[in-house]
């Protein structure tokens, strides 16, 4: 019989709920023409989603300076949010996944790489912000694979980390939460590999949302203040 622990989920955004890679990439190679950087493939430009754009920047472009990763930063804000054609979506079964786990009483949470303004604005845009019971970005808390985002999601709860799990696509989101102690379960139809994900020892892989549904809603109880 499985016992059921987890009161709380924590998910990352792009990769695990939203397919944004093409978007984000595009994004990442247009900042980096418009500010004098060797634009890099596709394959090299995904492997930083996940962290802060900052971060994410520095990773690629080591050489830059500040002002540098600043151009590339304000530049990729404007091409992903305002000049983008690279359309958007949730990943099979995200809305009902969501859903579900709101109808039995479990916390719903992101943990996410990007910027405060990117989040909510899509969150707006398919409107889904009242499927979260708190948001943490690195505008106010720290880039994965720091795990200050999820302490501020148990702080807020008044919960363990072994009463939450995180989901993810990343080995950033398998590290971070890994630091804190916390149960992790990776998706491969996000941005990195299998055996990446692997690494930090997850729980679980799921190739899809709706495996991971029918395995949250085992593991997972109603959240009780």
């Known amino acids: 019989m499985t016992t059921k622990q987890y009161q709380c989920v924590i998910f990352d955004w792009d990769g695990t709920l939203m397919n944004s890679e093409a978007r984000i990439v595009t994004s990442i190679q247009a900042a980096a023409a418009k500010c004098g950087f060797p634009v890099l493939s596709a394959f090299e430009s995904k492997q930083i989603i996940g962290l802060s754009l900052e971060n994410a920047i520095r990773a690629l472009y080591t050489q830059a300076d500040e002002a540098q990763v600043q151009c590339m930063a304000n530049a990729y804000s404007q091409h992903f949010l305002q000049d983008s054609n690279e359309q958007m ?4 079964g995200a809305l ?6 709101r109808e039995q009483g479990v916390k719903v949470a992101i943990a996410t790489g990007k910027s405060r303004r990117g989040l909510d604005q899509v969150l707006r845009e398919y409107s889904m912000g009242h499927l979260f019971d708190m948001t943490r970005t690195p505008h106010e808390s720290a880039s994965k694979p720091n795990p200050l985002m999820l302490s501020q999601i148990l702080e807020a709860f008044k919960l363990q980390p072994h009463q939450a799990v995180m ?4 080995e950033f989101d398998m590290e971070m939460a890994h630091r804190i102690g916390m149960d992790r379960v990776g998706l491969t139809h996000g941005v990195h590999e299998a055996d990446r994900l692997q690494k930090f020892a997850p729980l679980k892989l799921f190739d899809d949302l709706a495996g991971l549904q029918a395995w949250l809603l085992e593991n997972c109880q109603a959240y009780q203040a």
Not at 96 to 101: K, Q, S, V
């Open 89 to 92: 979506e949730t990943f099979s």
């Open 96 to 101: 009902e996944l969501l859903a579900a786990l």
């Open 167 to 170: 989901v993810g696509d990343t």
